[in-house]
Nanobody, 126 residues
Framework: QVQLVESGGGLVQAGGSLRLSCADS????????MAWFRQAPGEEREFVAA????????LYADSVGGRFTISRGNAKTTIYLEMNNLKPAAPAVYHC???????????????????WGQGPRVAVSS
């Protein structure tokens, strides 16, 4: 079973940067399309970015505005979300998600991702 282990997060000042990471804990590489979702307390999960299993394709939410970058490590078992020029926001959890049906392409819908990490918390102070 896929287990996603995440790290990163924390408190950052507005305009600063933060990098999140998410790794498939299995010893052998799994072919997974992966994504990041943001969820603030009391709100639905919001799509942030997605990346294909080999890192060849990426998809971003319109709200990212070119400030975020999703990428894969050289081993392809870890993905990163580099967030730059962060804007003030209440604390939110950034969930890492994965799907094995890579032939269906990338998706912005959380319903298409059966595997989820617990997510690091990110807060941006003004």
């Amino acid at each position: 079973q896929v287990q996603l282990v995440e790290s990163g997060g924390g408190l950052v000042q507005a305009g600063g940067s933060l990098r999140l990471s998410c790794a498939d804990s299995r010893s052998n590489f799994g072919v997974l399309n992966m994504a990041w979702f943001r969820q603030a307390p009391g709100e639905e999960r919001e799509f942030v970015a997605a990346i294909s299993w080999n890192g060849g394709s990426t998809l971003y939410a319109d709200s990212v505005g070119g400030r975020f970058t999703i990428s894969r490590g050289n081993a392809k078992t870890t993905i990163y979300l580099e967030m730059n020029n962060l804007k003030p926001a209440a604390p939110a959890v950034y969930h890492c998600a994965a799907r094995s049906e890579v032939c269906l392409g990338l998706s912005k819908s959380g319903q298409d991702y059966p595997y989820w990490g617990q997510g690091p918390r990110v807060a941006v102070s003004s």
